[in-house]
């Protein structure tokens, strides 16, 4: 499974109950179409039993359309549906946990804002690592200050597994994060406030 996962981590869509009014399926249905290789369900605070039927409706998209799915936070949810992955940020569940919990070929993503964190991800058993916000960020109240494009660069230089750029990334300011060292972009609002999530998702992927 993480055969080719540089590739694979090159756009993460996360979701967010606000999609502009619209069912949150259609969204990513439309991000599939345009070719998004993974997709993160990305749900702060619901109880576990309608995220899993949504996780396990979403698996169902994403399988079809040969996209990875990652669930944010939740192993349990990600583990009960069989979803191919889990991320989680340094409140979360460590990830020699999630190993210790998880199938193998099981993939984890672990939030790391510093070269150490990363490292120590990577020791821990991380497959990539997401760091930001790269850019100011509307999508996450407790995001600290961005950490800009040089962090990227530095954090890519330390570890050998992929790093992810998230936070305020849009199809303008996208290339300056891959160019940094990044292996993908993972973004929320540039695709789920998007007036054409699929179009959204194509131009992110020509960056
Ligand atoms: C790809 C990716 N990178 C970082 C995050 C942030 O995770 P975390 O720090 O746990 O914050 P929440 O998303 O849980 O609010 C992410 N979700 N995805
Ligand atoms: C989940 C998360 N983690 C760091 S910034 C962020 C929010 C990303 O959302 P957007 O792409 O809309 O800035
Ligand atoms: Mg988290």
Known sequence: MTNGLAERLRLIVVTDPECGGRPLMDVVRAALQGGAPAIQLRIKDGDARPMADQARALLAETRRAGALLFINDRVDVALAVGAEGAHVGQSDLAATDVRRISPPGFLIGVSAESAELALAAQADG???VGVGPVYATGSKADAGPPVGTE???????AVRI???GIGGITVENALPVTRAGAAGVAV???VMQANDPEAATRALLRR
């Open 162 to 164: 992929p790093v992810v």
């Open 126 to 128: 991380a497959d990539y």
């Open 188 to 190: 929320i609002s540039a």
């Open 151 to 157: 962090r990227i660069g530095a954090i890519a230089a």
